[in-house]
């Protein structure tokens, strides 16, 4: 991966929308050399996917919540199942396995706080937790999905 690759990247980044032919411009090339680079960062996994990013408090999403989960349960067979009830949960926007006090930090997102409450009650009864924590986000200062290349 080269420079040229990078503001490929960076331009894609910001908008992925864009037209070949825009991107090119953007980065200093002809449209089918861009196209060909852009299908080998495709291939080699380098851009997994393109979507819209979108507003969630427009779409009556308004609580960010941030879920610190402690277990006493670390088997392969545990965690195999645990990420796969998470992963079936659309609320869930991350979840991370972590090193620390912490094993597990999710981030969820919900209409309001009786949407949680659902949300929480079956996360809970679906596995056994020893300690749950969750922090609620007052305000969204910077939120990107862009990274610094």
């Not at 690759?5 to 070949?20: A, G, K, N, W």
């Not at 996917?49 to 969630?56: E, G, I, S």
């Not at 981030?107 to 596995?127: G, I, W």
Request: glycine share 4%; hydrophobic share 45%.
């Amino acid at each position: 991966m080269d420079d040229t690759d990078l503001r490929i990247l960076r331009v894609l980044q910001e908008d992925s929308s864009l037209s070949v032919t825009d991107v090119a411009r953007e980065v200093g090339l002809s449209a089918s050399p861009c196209w060909k680079r852009i299908n080998k960062l495709r291939a080699d996994g380098v851009i997994r996917r393109q979507t819209a990013v979108l507003d969630a408090e427009q779409l009556g999403f308004g609580l960010t919540v941030f879920m610190e989960l402690r277990t006493g349960e670390h088997s392969v067979d545990w965690l195999r199942s645990f990420a796969e009830t998470v992963r079936a949960m659309p609320e869930v926007m991350e979840f991370h396995r972590m090193a620390g006090e912490v094993d597990y930090l999710l981030k969820v997102v919900v209409a309001d706080m009786k949407r949680f409450d659902e949300f929480y009650k079956r996360l809970v009864e679906t596995t056994s937790l020893a300690e749950v924590t969750s922090r609620f986000s007052m305000e969204s200062i910077k939120q990107t999905t862009a990274l610094p290349i």
